[in-house]
């Protein structure tokens, strides 16, 4: 019966990882239509609906009260969003801050020599030195290789293997960090001033914003965003065969037989 019982566990998260897999792409099909068909909305229409968005349970979004500058069709998140991870992967990654971040502002780029220009900028309201955390990137913290172009990785192992693992996705909400842009074109930009700290924090994951240079009042907070961000070629997708970490998709044919011998071990034990 030991054994059987043993069996059957291993059956079982084999089916759950299977169904949550499925359940986590479902919800992100159906936030990337709530998204589209939103933003096809006229601007009026577009900002009434999402002032008169209810707050997220999981991630305390709250699109009208964000901070000056603040976009009115993305949430605002003081925590990470997790309602998309299996209880295992929630317990890997931090929940949040929790807090409004001081000692910075959202600003419209006005020169139109920045790569940006007509977009937000993040930019510094006090002198800030190296080594200085500003805080913690937060977003909806989504299963491996899932996200926008704003998800950064909560693991720093620059292998296949960091993207398989949980990301933050701050593309449908996020809190201020979302807005720093990349250093490349900015005028008198000499590389990045900031760096993501991919650390553990109190046991758990969590995606820090950490100075590298002194940054003086005024100043716009860059960061570099990679070669995986600017070249679609280089960005690593899923292990491939014969690569560490890769699991291969499973069949129809596979999920029904591992169904039968559910059926056939409980029957066992029932009648054991």
Not at 130 to 152: C, D, S
Not at 169 to 186: P, Q
Not at 252 to 268: K, P, S, T, W
């Amino acid at each position: 019966l030991g054994g059987s019982r043993e069996r059957l566990s291993v059956r079982l998260s084999l089916l759950l990882s299977i169904a949550m897999s499925s359940f986590s792409q479902k919800l992100q099909e159906m936030a990337d239509a709530e998204a589209t068909a939103l933003s096809s909305l006229p601007e009026d229409e577009r900002q009434d609906l999402v002032q008169e968005a209810p707050t997220r349970k999981h991630g305390h979004g709250r699109p009208a009260c964000g901070p000056k500058g603040w976009p009115n069709d993305i949430l605002y998140l003081e925590n990470n969003d997790m309602s998309n991870l299996s209880t295992q992967d929630k317990r890997m990654v931090r929940p949040g801050a929790s807090a409004r971040i001081p000692g910075i502002e959202i600003r419209k780029i006005t020169d139109p020599a920045h790569p940006a220009y007509g977009q937000n900028g993040l930019y510094a309201t006090r002198d800030f030195g190296v080594g200085e955390v500003l805080g913690e990137y937060t977003g909806f913290v989504m299963p491996g290789h899932m996200g926008g172009e704003y998800t950064t990785r909560l693991w720093d192992t620059n292998d296949r293997l960091s993207y398989q693992k949980p990301g933050c996705d701050a593309s449908k909400g996020g809190n201020e960090f979302r807005m720093i842009n990349d250093f490349r074109g900015v005028p008198g930009a000499k590389g990045r001033n900031m760096r993501f700290s991919r650390c553990q924090v109190q046991g758990a994951r969590a995606a820090l914003i950490v100075a590298i240079k002194d940054v003086a009042e005024g100043e716009e907070f860059l960061l570099d965003y990679g070669e995986q961000y600017w070249g679609a070629d280089s960005k690593p997708g899923p292990p491939q065969p014969g690569e560490p970490g890769y699991v291969a998709p499973p069949s129809a044919e596979d999920i029904a037989r591992v169904e039968a011998e559910l059926c056939e071990m409980l029957q066992q034990a029932l009648e054991d």
